[in-house]
């Protein structure tokens, strides 16, 4: 191994050990409470170090997100591969496609509370998540996956209300785990609440 090589493997690890840290600064304390001081503390490097890799701290939490968004991009386009199964696949599949994305957030909490919460992005990030989910859900409608007379903007929010406040509440704190909250999550998803419907209480044009 070449010196160079060394030191771009050192060099790489050095900058995953400060985007580690400020993610879990900035979701501890908050992007504007934390400073370049805290990051490099937590990162055990020196500030000089930081500023080798990025130029600011507005810098590193851009990068965080960007990464953040390539990630959840892929999980947001997950319903696409639910489209050309038969209709008796479609429920696992559904769960899984959950479970895969509640994994994805426990191991990225500090990013998801970053991205979501902190990050200038945050409404820019749900609006294209959401987008994501509505279109897949559109082509899901029209495989006949999804029944009529849902709106299917109201359909992503609510898949992405739900699954982001159920990681928080459950998943975050080790009370459920991804498996048994997919399952639970899907179940409402895919059934709905009530047993019976009277025929009389059809939804509105």
């Given at each position: 191994m070449s010196k160079k090589r060394g030191r771009t493997e050192k060099g790489e690890k050095s900058r995953h050990r400060l985007m580690e840290a400020a993610a879990e600064e900035f979701a501890r304390s908050g992007y504007h409470a934390t400073k370049v001081s805290d990051i490099v503390k937590a990162a055990g490097l020196t500030q000089a170090a930081f500023y080798l890799y990025f130029p600011s701290k507005e810098a590193i939490l851009s990068e965080l997100v960007a990464e953040f968004k390539q990630q959840l991009r892929v999980f947001g386009d997950s319903g696409s591969n639910v489209t050309a199964l038969a209709p008796s696949d479609v429920?696992?599949?559904?769960?899984?496609?959950?479970?895969?994305?509640?994994?994805?957030?426990?191991?990225n909490r500090e990013l998801v509370r970053v991205a979501l919460y902190e990050s200038p992005e945050a409404t820019v990030i749900h609006e294209e998540i959401t987008g994501l989910i509505r279109e897949n859900a559109r082509k899901n409608w029209l495989a006949g996956h999804i029944r009529e007379g849902l709106a299917l903007d109201v359909v992503a929010e609510c898949i992405f209300a739900t699954i982001h406040a159920s990681a928080e509440r459950w998943l975050f704190n080790g009370e459920k785990s991804a498996k048994q909250l997919a399952s639970e999550i899907a179940e409402v998803l895919q059934y709905g609440m009530l047993a019976h419907r009277p025929k009389n209480d059809l939804p509105k044009a």
């Open positions: 429920p696992a599949k559904m769960r899984q496609n959950i479970e895969d994305v509640l994994t994805f957030l426990l191991k």
